[in-house]
């Protein structure tokens, strides 16, 4: 009889970063972003499906699962390895999605990220946020920006996440993680309650509704540093998608408070490296000028590309900035490179090898 224990340590083992199971199907493993079949473990039932979650979440939150027909939460190894797991129903069965989650928090050194996100962990106030496709590494960064500030500041963080995911030890800071589900029902009442917690810093793991977004800003407006994700692909795209899931009405004012709340956006999605196994971010970096706070409060958010493209030297990079950089110290493929670009046309010609003149 498999076990999820027996699947997962064999995927820990090759280095997979997802596992997913399907009914009538072997496992698959996501290794450097293929997928293989685990071809040594059997397909997977219905019954093996309903038994492994069961054991996972327990009466409470099964139940809560075939209500919902879907089910956010973390697990855990006998060998302390962690996961965040999606349990779904797809064809009237189950199907789950694991993402497995490293033990310890890299540093920001470590990530190849460029160093002007370690100074923004020393922002007193405001808003950062990390975005991305799903899988670009974002709670990595986060809780790399977190475990800086825990080993060089006093501070008070309070997390909001669905679900917990790194699990952050107290060093100079005091931390509390709350996971949705468990600990609070939903984001917005956690960041309510959280800003008479007394807190210093707020992470919120992300930004997916009117509600909770709303709240996130007030908590920035109010003076606390304030760290949140969202999924989209760059900076400005990010700015659009939060004026847009305000109703019209209400686009002027929270254009305005946005300007006077947001510090950065940290936009970033990975590459599989050539030099050795693994994977390399690469990233766009706004920084909120006067320029750019003038640009979002009178509706301008066009201009913000051609900003960061002429502001480099205070730290901002367009997303086609770091793939030049990552291909040109030998980190990723070129056709890689060009074809995940904003302009292939551009980044073709940008790559394309000089020709020495004799």
Request: charged share 25%.
């Amino acid at each position: 009889m498999i076990t999820i224990q027996e699947i997962l340590k064999k995927a820990i083992a090759a280095g997979a970063s997802d596992i997913h199971t399907n009914v009538t199907m072997r496992p698959i493993m996501r290794i450097n972003t293929e997928l293989i079949e685990m071809a040594d473990l059997p397909e997977i039932t219905q019954e093996d499906s309903k038994r492994m979650l069961h054991d996972m979440v327990g009466d409470a939150k099964y139940a809560i699962f075939e209500e919902k027909r879907d089910l956010d939460f973390s697990t855990k190894l006998d060998d302390g390895h962690r996961f965040r797991v999606n349990a779904h129903y797809q064809r009237e069965t189950i199907g789950m999605s694991f993402r497995a989650i490293s033990s310890s928090i890299p540093e920001l050194a470590n990530l190849h990220l460029p160093e002007v996100i370690s100074q923004l962990t020393e922002l007193p106030r405001g808003l950062i946020l990390v975005t991305g496709p799903t899988g670009s590494g974002k709670s990595t960064t986060l809780a790399s920006m977190i475990n800086r500030i825990n080993n060089n500041f006093k501070h008070r963080i309070i997390t909001l996440e669905d679900p917990v995911e790194y699990a952050l030890e107290n060093n100079k800071c005091m931390i509390e993680q709350r996971e949705i589900g468990d600990d609070c029902p939903e984001f917005a009442s956690g960041l309510k309650h959280a800003l008479r917690q007394d807190p210093d810093i707020i992470l919120v793991g992300e930004m997916r509704d009117l509600e909770t977004t709303s709240s996130t800003i007030t908590a920035a407006e109010t003076g606390h540093l304030v760290l949140s994700t969202l999924h989209t692909v760059n900076a400005y795209q990010t700015i659009e998608r939060i004026v847009d899931i305000y109703p019209g009405a209400q686009q002027n004012q929270i254009r305005s408070m946005l300007a006077n709340t947001l510090q950065a956006v940290i936009s970033q999605t990975l590459f599989k490296r050539i030099d050795e196994k693994g994977m390399v971010p690469c990233v766009e970096i706004l920084l909120c000028t006067s320029a750019v706070r003038n640009c979002i409060r009178e509706d301008r958010v066009y201009e913000i590309p051609n900003i960061i493209e002429t502001s480099r030297r205070v730290g901002m990079q367009l997303m086609d900035h770091s793939i030049m950089d990552m291909y040109s110290k030998g980190y990723i493929a070129r056709d890689e490179a060009v074809m995940r670009s904003s302009n292939p046309a551009k980044m073709e010609k940008a790559l394309a090898p000089q020709k020495t003149i004799v």
